[in-house]
């Protein structure tokens, strides 16, 4: 599997007095798939996103994207290719109408007005924000910003769409929406990278999880082998199963000898069913 995104002992610290906040960070992430990176609140996920873009460049190791070391001479132009929906939307949100900073990043890429205009237009139908087109961004929701700043990444049409938390502040609905637009994207051959708190999501939607703890990777996997062969690195790392997982590690028969098959193998096969039905079959 080629890689998207190569990361080799990379360190990074905010301030000389604080702890690192990526301690060594090495793992690959796959092009062409959905990748959720997880990991407790100060784990290194925001940090790390950060690297993926070339805003921030490491203090040692390497962080090497499409075959390419980042380094100060590239950085801006992976700027422009990959597209960051940052976990608060304000940091990201700069124009006075949302019609207008939705076409920001597509302008910045170099194209027309017009051009960039019709991106923005298509970007926000996709995400039913149409409606809001004419208002200024600081009238709006939490939860309104997020999808404008999602709008505006998706109208980038980058190959890499990278997004902090994306459902975090959205209704049902909302996250349905950009879940449907996360699916989209993959579909259409993006690398689709979030990072998230929610297992559920995780285990329904991605194909490889990177864990995060302290600044440091506890582990590069697909879902399916951090769920059900590897809860130990769940445990190290505070994060729960998804509930269906949860649910079914409940399961016991009384008497062992009455098992009709293993315990762990009826487990993983009833996972199979429930969180991965879309995905090849489950190992038995
Ligand atoms: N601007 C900053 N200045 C100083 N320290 C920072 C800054 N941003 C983050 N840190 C520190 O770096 C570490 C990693 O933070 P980061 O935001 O990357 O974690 P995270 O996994 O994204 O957390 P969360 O799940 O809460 O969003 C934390 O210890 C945090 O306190």
Request: charged share 20%; hydrophobic share 40%.
């Amino acid at each position: 599997m080629e890689s998207m995104f190569q990361f080799h002992q990379v360190h990074y610290k905010y301030t000389k007095d604080r702890q690192a906040a990526l301690n060594g960070v090495t793992f690959d992430i796959p092009r062409g798939k959905k990748t959720a990176i997880v990991g407790p609140n100060g784990a290194g996920k925001s940090t790390l996103i950060f690297h993926m873009n070339g805003l921030y460049l490491c203090h040692s190791g390497e962080v090497i994207i499409n075959g390419e070391k980042v380094t100060s001479r590239n950085r801006q132009e992976w700027t422009r290719r990959i597209g960051v929906v940052f976990q608060d939307p304000d940091d990201q949100i700069i124009s006075m109408t949302v019609k207008d900073d939705v076409a920001f990043g597509p302008l910045q890429q170099g194209l027309s007005p017009a051009a960039a205009h019709q991106k923005a237009a298509d970007s926000m139908k996709l995400l039913s924000i149409t409606e809001l087109a004419e208002l200024n961004p600081s009238e709006l929701s939490f939860g309104q910003k997020k999808q404008v700043a999602i709008a505006g990444v998706v109208a980038m049409d980058t190959d890499t769409v990278i997004l902090d938390e994306p459902m975090a502040f959205l209704d049902p609905l909302g996250q349905q929406r950009i879940q449907e637009i996360m699916d989209l994207l993959a579909a259409s051959g993006k690398t689709v990278i979030i990072a998230t708190h929610n297992m559920q999501l995780v285990a329904e939607w991605a194909d490889h999880v990177v864990v995060m703890k302290h600044g440091a990777c506890l582990g590069s996997m697909s879902p399916r082998d951090l769920f059900c062969s590897h809860p130990d690195l769940l445990a190290e790392a505070h994060l729960d199963l998804p509930p269906v997982m949860r649910l079914l590690s409940g399961l016991e028969w009384e008497d062992p000898s009455q098992q009709p098959i293993r315990i762990e193998e009826a487990r993983a096969w009833l996972a199979g069913q429930l969180l991965w039905k879309n995905q090849e079959t489950i190992r038995s």
